[in-house]
């Protein structure tokens, strides 16, 4: 109930201006968002690497519904992979791209001359590009984008949503030699005609999709912070005799700290998934639709005013 209002919410732009407008947002952000600007982002992302840690970098903003705007956001990752780089941050950090900030609403093939500008700007500064998934609508064309990237960008990663009833037949396609493919349980309102409803049966899914990850000739990047889908991960690894080097785990900056470090300690690969940019409020009203527990750090916040 409490998920779909702020799924519900992350849409709404009368709430998201409300919401920005109140100065103590910008404290709750703080702990999900590295900040706004190359500065902030580079200085947390040199934290996190010396702590072991590898990232995955995301411009904030979504469903751009003008050119300007989708150029702004192509350039700012062209510019922040070369402060990557020019950081010596590379190879440990790559970015994170969604194709609705590129433009995929206004012209499919914009977006992908975008995000093929990204790869090639990833491929000079000696990283790669992840294409995040975003609501079922844009599945298919996400998916042939990431297919004609892949041509020249082989290394470019895919993300599949284990609340996806289609999303088996897709683990079984993307796992393939060569193949890097984030497995995140969904973070989107979808229809019960297209995905799982119940967490039990959105679990279950999940299992099924890292079996088929894991098992296959790709690169599997577990990408959830549940305690029982990790240690489901970790037996699979054992099982299907992948070393630590053979896939990786990702979680999201600021949530489960402690298991982050846990996980790299045990010497496996851990990418921390970073957000930076002023346009937070759609992925904040995300954490909140999964762990709605966490208004209470919201109350906390605004109390302490
Ligand atoms: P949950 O069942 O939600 O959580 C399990 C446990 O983790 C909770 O009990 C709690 O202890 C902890 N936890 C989870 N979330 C939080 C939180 N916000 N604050 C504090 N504790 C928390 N979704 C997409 O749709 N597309 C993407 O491209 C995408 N990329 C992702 C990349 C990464 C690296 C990660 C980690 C997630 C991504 N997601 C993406 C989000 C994902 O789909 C889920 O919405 C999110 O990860 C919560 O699911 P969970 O697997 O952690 O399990």
Redesign the pocket.
Known sequence: MLRSLFLAAAGSARLERLVESVPVSKGIVQRFVAGGGADEVLRVTRELADDGLAVSLDHLGDDTRTVEQAVAARDEYVAILAGLHGAGLTPAAEVSVKLSALGQRIDEKLAYEHARAICAAAAEAGTTVTL???DHSTTDATLETLMELRRDFPSTGA?L?AYLRRTEGDCRELATAGSRV?L?????AEPESVAFQS?LDVDKSFVRCLNILMSGEGYPMV????PR?IAIAEDRARWFDRSTGEYEF???YG??SEEQGRLAAGGNTVRI?LPYGDQWYGYLM??LA??PA?MGFVARAVASR
């Open positions: 995040d998934a975003e993300v949503q984030r995140c349980k969904g973070a989107y967490a990408a959830t912070h549940d889908l990702q979680l999201l949530v489960r998934y995300r954490r999964d762990r966490n």
